[in-house]
């Protein structure tokens, strides 16, 4: 479904109060479901990246970005990606392989899988003792805060500046998977991304957790024209984020269109998108994952793709955080 405008406001509003009773029986479904749930622990050490609101925090960039942290650190010889692979077919555990379909793997998983081994897995600590059993030294559990059957030895909950925590509510009330207080026993550590200017940020900086800040820049501008008009697109958490960071970077957009998050594309949806671009002159733009679950078709080649990588503000300090906490 698509991010409800009223979940990022500064407070609950008339719907978010009236949804209240639901919220009340999410939040207990998540309480009843850890209290259930008896963590295993793996055989190597699990670095969990993840977050407490539903999607558009920018966790899969924070993955990416870690798992180079660890390699240009000397933190892990052998890493590899653990995810669940939404919207995959995949019971697992099996590292992503051949065809590379998001109908098979789903799209977070095929865009890990281009940075490094990843393995798909139901069974997160299956897929854990995979890692251990093909001679990686660490599993990145991606989207994994919520996922109670696997001990973590670090984990870091990833927060988007601009959107915070939202109105502070659980699903559907507010954009809370869980609430801060039931979370904060579970997180290790924040990971706060771009300026800090919603006011739920300010629970997470008095929190008393570490918080490590990076932004999000683009990395092939050079190879983009922004002297043409562009009809952009994504399916994402928050697509706002996506049209803002093109008219930052001086891109002409004429029209904008947003699908759900993890949007299925269709072959007729596509063909929409090109013949609306074509009507205006236009190109064709969207992101890494929008474009992983993209279909074969004839136009395909009028699709441009922005692509951005996450840096650290302090990266030296945030190597030394993970060493220490990986040696207890």
Known sequence: MKTPAFWY?????????????LACFYQWADRHNKQQTYPKQASIPVLCVGNITAGGSGKTPVALALFKLLQDNNLSVSPAFLTRGYKSHVIGPEYVGTPHSPDIWGDEALLLAEHGPTIVARSRYDGAQLGSDTGRDIVLLDDG?????????LSFCVVDGAH?????????????RVTLADALPNIDAFILIGDV???????????????????????????????????AFCGIG?????KTTLNQNGFHLVEFEAFADHHTYSTDDLLSLVNTA???DARLITTEKDFARLPDFPKKSMIDVLKIEL?????PALSAYIKEALRK
Do not use: M
């Open 197 to 231: 200017t919603h006011p739920s940020c300010a629970a997470i900086l008095s929190s008393g957790k570490p918080v490590f800040r990076a932004s999000v820049r683009p990395t092939n501008l050079d190879e983009l024209p922004r002297n043409i008009p562009y009809l």
């Open 164 to 176: 915070g925590l939202g109105n502070g509510r659980p699903l559907p009330a507010g954009p809370l």
């Open 238 to 242: 928050l697509p706002q984020k996506f």
């Open 145 to 153: 805060l919520q996922h109670y059957g696997l001990k973590k030895d």
């Open 9 to 21: 406001k500064p407070s609950p509003d008339l719907l978010a109060y009236a949804l209240s009773p």
């Open 278 to 280: 074509l009507k205006r």
């Open 311 to 315: 840096v650290w503000e302090d990266a």
